[in-house]
Each structure stands twice: as structure tokens, then as C-alpha cells.
């Protein structure tokens, strides 16, 4: 019984000791969110590279140009599989400074490519979960009320993180400019942080799928994602101002 009690203390003083060491030097805290995972490969590349590879080797170069600048957690480490809601809970639970999404775009044509930068911004009309309700087949999921509306205070925040990292990736890599644009989009919806998703070209181009596969390429974006980063940290130093979006 004492042998268990001390493992027990010993536990416990080790989550309370790391707890203390993980937020003593005052670095601020980043959600980096590797589109897709496990059972859920993204888009397919002609050369069979899968959105869920890249993204996940774009967040491991991104972690080590900001090691001893943020502390970085990543919704998936591997190769799993994890809901939207699953990821923005996550990030909601530990309010890092910015959350950060990365996807590969895809098209039937081959036309499109070039890397472009979103944050979220309001459908008209109904809200954007009642949307996705609807074509929901499971009629049992339960989707937190009012999530859709947690984005509008952070609005004008990320669009600043978008456009500011956005520009730090194109001068780091020589790409078309898809530019920042606002969307719907459901899985930054319900955020509650400044919060953006960057696709980071076109897996479906066989001239961009072959840059993605090259690691100096992706260590270039995360290089200028890492920048990015740095010079929103600074401009917010002294806190976030928030303001209601509607």
C-alpha cells in the first residue's frame, strides 16, 4: 500500500513538475493541424503521394524552426485518424495564440496550383453548422452549440496571422500566389484563437506534387511559416484585441 502511494505521489509531482516546465519560460503555445490522417488519406498525387504524408512532414520541419521560440502541439503526431471538431477541440482546450491547418489542394485540372492562405469568414444565411447538420447522415452527432459563431470574435486577428504568414511563405518559396481569402470553412469555424488553414499547392499538379515531395522544398514553407509566426507573436506581444464580427 505505501509502494503504491508513492508511485502514485511520484505521478502525479511528475505531471505537476512538467505542467511548471511547460509553461515557466513564458513561450507561447501554437496548434499546428496536419490535414486528414489514418483512414482518411486526403487528395491522391500522380505520383501516389497522399495529402495526409505531407502534411504531417510540412508540421515536423514547422516544429523544428520554432524549437525554443513556441511550443508547438500538433493534433496528430502520426498517422491517425481524428474528426474536425476532434482538432478545434483540442485547440480550444489548450487556447494556444494561433492555430494552424495544413492541406494540399487538389482539382481535375491541371491548371490550378500555387499555395493560398484562409481564415474563416461567415456564409450567408444560415449558420454553418445547421448546413452541415443537414447533409450529416448520422442524425444522433451532437455539434457544440454556438461554435459557429466562436470564430467572429477572432476575426480580424486571423486575418492578420494569414496575411502576415502568407507573405512570409512567398518570400521564401518562388510559387503562385493563390492569395489570402476568406471561406466558411467548418473546421475553423468553431476556434476560438486566431486561426487560418494554408494549402500549400496542388498534389494533383505533377510539377507541384513533385516539389512536395522534396524535403528542402516543404522545409522552405515551414521556414516561412516559422517567420510568420515570430512576427505575429511580436505585433501581439501585449495581448489579442478582439472584436465581434457579424
Known amino acids: 500500500m505505501i509502494i503504491q502511494q508513492k508511485i502514485i505521489f511520484f505521478f502525479f509531482l511528475g505531471l505537476f513538475s512538467a505542467s511548471l516546465t511547460f509553461g515557466s519560460d513564458d513561450l507561447p503555445v501554437i496548434v499546428i493541424d496536419p490535414g486528414h490522417g489514418g483512414t482518411d488519406q486526403g487528395a491522391t498525387g500522380y505520383y501516389k503521394s497522399t495529402e495526409k504524408q ?3 512532414t510540412l508540421a515536423h520541419c514547422v516544429i523544428k524552426h520554432l524549437t525554443n521560440k513556441c511550443h508547438v502541439i500538433l493534433t496528430r503526431e502520426q498517422d491517425t485518424f481524428i474528426t474536425l471538431l476532434a482538432r478545434t477541440e483540442k485547440a480550444n482546450y489548450v487556447q494556444p495564440m494561433a492555430f494552424i491547418s495544413f492541406h494540399v489542394g487538389a482539382s481535375f485540372r491541371l491548371q490550378p496550383e500555387g499555395i493560398g492562405t484562409y481564415y474563416w469568414q461567415p456564409s450567408q444565411g444560415e449558420s ?3 448546413d452541415m447538420l443537414k447533409k450529416n447522415d448520422d442524425k444522433d452527432v451532437q455539434y457544440p452549440p454556438l461554435w459557429d459563431h466562436l470564430q467572429r470574435y477572432h476575426l480580424n486577428s486571423s486575418k492578420l496571422l494569414a496575411g502576415i504568414i502568407h507573405h512570409s511563405i512567398l518570400s521564401e518559396v518562388d510559387v503562385y500566389d493563390r492569395k489570402v481569402n476568406g471561406a466558411p470553412l467548418f473546421l475553423l469555424a468553431g476556434a476560438d484563437m486566431p486561426a487560418i488553414l494554408i494549402e500549400i499547392g496542388y498534389i494533383t499538379r505533377p510539377k507541384e506534387e513533385k516539389n512536395l515531395l522534396r524535403l ?3 522545409d522552405k514553407i515551414a521556414q516561412g511559416i516559422a517567420r510568420g509566426l515570430e512576427q505575429f507573436i511580436e505585433k501581439n506581444a501585449y495581448g489579442m ?6
Open 216 to 218: 528542402p522544398f516543404l
Open 54 to 56: 505531407i502534411t504531417l
Open 128 to 130: 454553418f453548422f445547421d
Open 241 to 246: 484585441q478582439t472584436d465581434l464580427q457579424y
